[in-house]
């Protein structure tokens, strides 16, 4: 028959299996949520959207964006959570549905980034969240 183990010892037990249980739940979380951004990404990708070099951008006439480039800006760099060059801005905020008649839109993206308070400059044409 064998000997009842002291509480301290199961005490240990337990929370070392605890401390093991919650580095698998926050490792599973981690996984769910790289899942639903390559879900995302796939998603774009299949909606086969030109890039911003390949859009006609120089006709006054193209269609409005279904999102401001300011919004867009603010939301791809609140995001992304790091530096980005201008020129990554405009392809992630395009593909967001932003649009400009400009005919260089990473220009646009590099002076409007200039104007909102919550993003700061860290390089040439280079932008980051500071909020």
Do not use: Y
């Not at 760099?77 to 549905?97: C, N, P, T, V, Y």
């Amino acid at each position: 028959m064998s000997r009842p183990q002291p509480i301290e010892a199961l005490l240990k037990s337990f929370r070392e299996e605890h401390a093991v249980l919650g580095a698998i739940i926050i490792q599973l979380e981690q996984l769910q949520k790289l899942r639903s951004q390559a879900t995302t990404v796939k998603s774009i990708h299949s909606q086969q959207l030109p890039l911003p070099d390949q859009q006609n951008s120089s006709n006054p006439t193209a269609p409005k964006g279904i999102i401001s480039i300011r919004r867009a800006i603010r939301d791809v760099l609140k995001e992304s959570g790091q530096a980005m060059h201008a020129k990554d801005i405009w392809q992630m905020a395009f593909s967001r549905g932003a649009r400009t008649a400009a005919k260089r839109p990473e220009s646009i993206v590099a002076l409007t980034s200039l104007g909102i308070e919550e993003i700061e400059q860290v390089g040439p044409r280079t932008f980051k969240w500071k909020g």
